[in-house]
């Protein structure tokens, strides 16, 4: 029979074992509810191939927005802090029509001089959010709504062009469209929901001949859910993309995780981020 003391140390030995079991429990859920979707981190890329007039740009993607939390006005207030040339957001604004009013709220705490561009995402398709109302939302706060458009942005001593195409899963992404009139010897960026039609675009664009320094794209929330870096799971339009760069021959693709989540309010493996490009 053990001795009182041999006894004792077993059970401290097995409280620890249990203590450390369900702290380490603990931990997993505090990151994947609370730090990785709330405490965003925010990323730095220079890919201006040495340019003295370097565009300075922030990319958000799938704020999938419906109340104004303490991470938002964090995000916002660092925005307003680095000073972009333009702001992104590619799509997945809003799930639903009636949270509007929430994404206006969002964008009205970012300095209304800062340029912004936006397009549409496949949850904004499903939520019946109209691109009228996201257009009048991004229009009213210094944007510009496009669906298979383009515009110009002058910044400094350059100009370059912004294209956005339609979402890939439930609209009509048109790039050829989207492309018309365009000044070929300007650089191009591109806004581009899914990341799925990038493939699309490489293969359109060798006919058209745009300087494309960069996609942007979105809606893989990085997996959302990942484990030893893999995800388990991405949506229908993702393709072979999850998260990060993709460069090939033709372009260069960053594949942002995103902002907000849906159907599951968690995050494991697949911070939150926001990223900073300078072209």
């Not at 009013?101 to 209304?112: E, Q």
């Not at 365009?182 to 990038?198: G, Q």
Request: glycine share 8%; with cysteine; proline share 3%.
């Amino acid at each position: 029979m053990d001795s009182p003391r041999i006894k004792k140390s077993r059970i401290s030995r097995r409280r620890f074992l249990t203590k450390l079991f369900l702290g380490s429990i603990g931990l997993v859920f505090l990151d994947a509810f609370w730090f990785e979707r709330y405490i965003i981190a925010w990323k730095e890329f220079d890919i201006s191939d040495g340019s003295e007039d370097k565009i300075k740009t922030i990319h958000l993607s799938d704020l999938h927005i419906n109340s104004i939390k303490s991470f938002h006005k964090d995000l916002a207030e660092r925005i307003n802090k680095e000073r972009p040339d333009a702001l992104f957001v590619t799509g997945d604004s809003v799930n639903r029509m009636s949270w509007i009013p929430v994404l206006d709220a969002f964008l009205a705490m970012i300095d209304y001089d800062i340029p912004k561009f936006a397009i549409m995402g496949n949850v904004d398709y499903k939520g019946r959010v109209t691109s009228d109302a996201l257009r009048k939302t991004y229009e009213k706060h210094n944007g510009k709504f496009l669906i298979n458009q383009n515009q110009i942005l002058n910044v400094k001593e350059r100009t370059v062009n912004i294209v956005g195409v339609d979402d890939y899963v439930c609209g009509y992404p048109d790039f050829s469209k989207a492309s018309s009139d365009l000044n070929l010897s300007l650089d191009t960026i591109v806004l581009n929901h899914c990341p799925a039609y990038r493939d699309e675009i490489d293969t359109m664009n060798a006919k058209l001949g745009q300087k494309i320094k960069l996609i942007l794209s979105g809606h893989t929330h990085g997996g959302q859910i990942t484990f030893f870096g893999k995800a388990i799971y991405t949506p229908y339009g993702s393709g072979n993309y999850v998260k990060g760069w993709y460069k090939n021959e033709h372009s260069q693709l960053y594949v942002s995780k995103g902002i907000g989540t849906r159907a599951l309010p968690l995050r494991f493996g697949s911070r939150a981020e926001a990223i900073i490009f300078y072209i």
